[in-house]
T-cell receptor, first 112, second 113 residues
Framework: NAGVTQTPKFQVLKTGQSMTLQCAQD?????MYWYRQDPGMGLRLIYY???????DKGEVPNGYNVSRLNKREFSLRLESAAPSQTSVYFC???????????FGDGTRLSIL | AQSVAQPEDQVNVAEGNPLTVKCTYS??????LFWYVQYPNRGLQFLLK??????LVKGSYGFEAEFNKSQTSFHLKKPSALVSDSALYFC???????????FGIGTKLQVIP
């Protein structure tokens, strides 16, 4: 019962490096989401995908790009990492575009 | 613009006592409202949602929430708290339709044995 799987679980980057966070779901959900969680800020939506082949910006998209590779996978890319992007990143999926139902366990990203 | 407020950073309750975690919202139109729980080093788990219908919504693990339109509130409740309920709780809101969910900043629930 995998649900939503995120890789990696932890990562340390240097400023300016790039990396891709991977997310896959096995529940045949149409919608997928990327959030970041910061202390005192709750969860903020970075990007979401209402269906395969579509993506849209959320509340805090600057510095990120996404790819909805297929129905299962939704990746988040940091092209040039900045210390302000140090955060915990969560991927989520849902069977409706405005109802994230299942979350992965997160990727803890530190940028030095 | 939509917003959600969780006015308490932390709620402490004795095991066996009833618990309430508060949430108020601001949104145009009819809201969809959600509660999630997060345990340490884990993702959020969906507890319950209000879309329409009965104002009292029952969810997972014995939790329930009451939608109050006049007070724009959606408080989470449980009749008898367990130590295992200790976690971070998030309220979320979205206007009806295909728009983006807004989360509160979370309330830490501490159940004291």
């Amino acid at each position: 019962n995998a649900g939503v799987t995120q890789t990696p679980k932890f990562q340390v980057l240097k400023t300016g490096q790039s990396m891709t966070l991977q997310c896959a779901q096995d529940m045949n959900h149409n919608s997928m989401y990327w959030y970041r969680q910061d202390p005192g800020m709750g969860l903020r939506l970075i990007y979401y995908s209402a269906s395969e082949g579509t993506t849209d910006k959320g509340e805090v998209p600057n510095g990120y790009n996404v790819s909805r590779l297929n129905k299962r996978e939704f990746s988040l890319r940091l092209e040039s990492a900045a210390p302000s992007q140090t955060s915990v990143y969560f991927c989520a999926s849902g069977d409706r575009s405005n109802q994230p139902q299942h979350f992965g366990d997160g990727t803890r990203l530190s940028i030095l | 613009a939509q917003s959600v407020a969780q006015p308490e950073d932390q709620v402490n309750v004795a095991e066996g006592n009833p618990l309430t975690v508060k949430c108020t919202y601001s949104v145009s139109g009819n809201p969809y409202l959600f509660w999630y729980v997060q345990y340490p080093n884990r993702g959020l788990q969906f507890l319950l949602k209000y879309i329409t219908g009965d104002n009292l919504v029952k969810g997972s693990y014995g939790f329930e929430a009451e939608f109050n339109k006049s007070q724009t509130s959606f408080h989470l409740k449980k009749p008898s708290a367990l130590v295992s309920d200790s976690a971070l709780y998030f309220c979320a809101v979205v206007p009806g339709g295909y728009q983006k969910v807004t989360f509160g900043i979370g309330t830490k629930l501490q159940v004291i044995p």
